[in-house]
């Protein structure tokens, strides 16, 4: 193995003849034997740079994992590429550790997954019984309780150091903000490590946001999209499991194969959702943001935010989970400012409420936007961009303004005459005029603002009141059941004529046109992952149909989920470049030696009769 140069050693194990940014500079570093922390976003190659070493280094890697799910996407990958992997967790049997503990012992695992309490339990033993080449300590961000998977195992990791002194360390996450970075640093007690920070742009995946939709709305849009999206996988984050379940039965009503997951479910039954997505079973899950950290799967074409996520980070390791082989994917965030009451008391009745009602109100500002989307994201990230993307809804659509000062004075004149004792909801009743029980009750219909604004249907009221929350004209005083306070800047609006610009409402419906219009383009030049255009060839839609199937005919032989088989993306090329030789076969991107030699034939034959 020695011999080999990185680039033989990638092609060879990986199927891979070049490197991404930043991997051939992060493996090199790893084998002359440094501490290094490494941030590389979801789907940017970030286990290669652990598993490559580990397999050109003496010794086993020690991989900490933080979920029993994820070690087994990772080492069902690495052994389907012929790759000596193995994990040892509560799931295994007794007979199952001693054997994965006797292959260890005899040099027969190159990569060894444990979970923190595992690996700080055989410490003392196991651990000192087989030469470590490395630790590599994945998810990395749960070890500081400024991340946002913050797991108290992971604090302890520190002792690996002290028990291991001369075994190099590097730490891996695709996301972390510069305060979790420095707490990696300190937790883990890195010894002058260098810092690898890759791009977190994932220009693949298109970003879109709807406002103010109420749930029927949703539920109509959200079938529209999943339609237009047909047999591709995807996956719907909701706030609460009862959100979950209600939309999983509305999806499955509707003919959509839907599995819902949340902690409510036994672990049996959260095992067999799970299995059944990556298998390709079922298309769609529906999900509390607990789902999706443990798969690897690297066919997920679109993901659905119901609900406002709690931080931009928890937001950006979500939709990450899309486009993992970085073929085009599709990402919808919905927002209502019943999501932002929600998280706000969330936030507050946590132990760290300043931090992350400060996360929360970054996630308004993304979502309330009226500039380039990914520029924001990777603003947050310290990746400074002045480009527009061209592959978000603002990009694609950008907002119209107007001078919005009367809607304002409207708005802003109804709070002050209810003495700031009105919440978002009844507002908007006073100023459509609206009869509601509450608004009589409270006398709300003698107000001289009573439907000053009835011209103006409730959803743009909905909007505009979202606009002038983000400018600042009025906050919501949550320790007083969520009333609406006018601030200095609102005062200068009411009483001194300070202008107003709001944007043109988008309706929903020219909104979904545009997520159907915008697929259709073509991505930026800069998607580092599309398909080789330096090979000639036209893609073969049908034949990438039946290489699809003949991939689920394989994996399910072999009780492997399809992606592990061969990606998407492999796939495509195959469909593309149509090979007719096993050599050929082998020289298409994603197919390594093992696999080459595995499945070669089997699929070789397939595009030769195809082919005829």
């Known amino acids: 193995m020695k011999h080999l140069s990185l680039q033989e050693a990638l092609k060879k194990y990986f199927g891979y003849t070049s ?4 991997q051939e500079e992060i493996v090199q570093y790893a084998l002359s034997g440094r501490d290094c922390l490494v941030l ?78 595992n690996a700080l339990a055989r410490a003392q033993y196991l651990l000192r019984d087989i030469e470590i080449s490395l630790f590599a300590i994945d998810e990395a961000h749960c070890v500081s309780q400024w991340g946002h998977d913050f797991r108290p195992d992971y604090m302890q990791l520190r002792r690996l150091r002290e028990e291991f002194p001369d075994v190099p360390m590097m730490a891996l996450t695709a996301t972390a903000d510069k305060v979790t970075r420095l707490d990696i640093l300190k937790q883990l007690n890195l010894r002058n490590p260098k810092v690898f920070i890759s791009s977190f742009d994932r220009p693949n995946l298109s970003l879109s946001v709807v406002q103010g939709l109420a749930k029927k709305s949703k539920d109509k849009m959200i079938l529209a999209f999943i339609r ?32 819902p997951y949340h902690a409510g479910l036994t672990v049996e039954m959260r095992t067999q959702v799970q299995e059944s997505f990556i298998h390709d079973s079922v298309q769609v899950i529906c999900a509390t943001v607990a789902f999706g950290m443990g798969i690897d799967k690297s066919n997920i074409r679109w993901i659905i935010h119901y609900n406002l996520p709690k931080s931009i980070e928890n937001f950006y390791q979500e ?10 994917a599709d990402t919808l965030l919905f927002y209502t400012y019943g999501d932002v009451i929600q998280l706000s008391n969330f936030a507050r009745e946590s132990g760290q409420a300043s931090i992350n009602l400060e996360r929360l109100h970054r996630m308004q500002e993304y979502a309330e936007a009226v500039v380039c989307r990914r520029r924001i994201l990777l603003n ?70 009573f439907g000053a604004g009835r011209d103006v249907p409730a959803y743009d009221w909905h909007i505009y009141l979202l606009q002038m929350l983000q400018m600042g004209l009025f906050e919501i005083a949550y320790n007083e059941d969520n009333h609406l306070k006018i601030t200095d800047q609102g ?69 492997y989920p399809p992606y592990v088989v061969f990606s998407d993306k492999t796939l495509h090329e195959m469909a593309r470049l149509k090979p007719l030789s096993i050599d050929a076969f082998g020289d298409v991107p994603g197919v390594g030696d093992f696999k080459c030699k595995k499945y070669g034939h089997e699929f070789v034959a397939m595009i030769r009769h195809y082919s005829k």
Do not use: W
């Open 380 to 449: 947050y990230f310290g990746e400074l961009s002045s480009e527009n993307c061209h592959n978000c809804d603002i990009c694609n659509n950008p907002p119209q303004a107007f001078d919005g000062t009367v809607f304002a004075q409207k708005a802003l004149s109804a709070i002050a005459r209810t003495q700031e004792k009105v919440g978002y909801s009844s507002l908007i009743e006073i100023l459509r005029g609206n009869y509601s029980s509450e608004i009589k009750l409270k006398g709300f219909d003698q107000l001289k603002t």
């Open 319 to 328: 939709i990450g989970r899309a486009g993992r082989d970085g073929l085009p």
């Open 491 to 559: 005062q200068d609006v009411l009483f001194k004529g300070r202008q107003v610009s709001l944007c043109v409402v988008q309706r929903p419906v020219e909104k979904q046109k545009s997520l159907t219009k915008s697929k259709q383009k073509e991505l930026p030049f800069s998607v580092v992952e599309q398909l080789d255009k330096s090979k000639s060839g036209k893609e073969d839609e049908d034949l990438f149909e039946e290489l699809r199937l003949l991939r689920r005919q394989v994996a399910d032989r072999l009780n």
């Open 228 to 259: 237009e999206h047909k047999n591709q996988s995807g996956i719907i984050y909701c706030l609460s499991r009862k959100l979950v379940e209600s939309t999983s039965k509305l999806l499955s009503e509707n003919g959509i194969s839907c599995l």
């Open 19 to 22: 490197f991404r940014p930043h």
């Open 40 to 117: 590389i976003p979801t789907g940017g190659g970030k286990s290669i740079c652990y598993q490559l070493p580990a397999l050109l280094m003496k010794g086993v890697t020690i991989v900490i994992s933080p979920l029993i799910s994820l070690m087994k996407d990772q080492v069902d990958a690495l052994r389907a590429a012929g790759l000596p992997a193995a994990a040892l967790n509560s799931s295994l049997s007794e007979d199952e550790s001693m054997n994965v503990v006797r292959d260890c012992l005899n040099a027969r695992v190159k990569l060894l997954y444990m979970s923190p309490e």
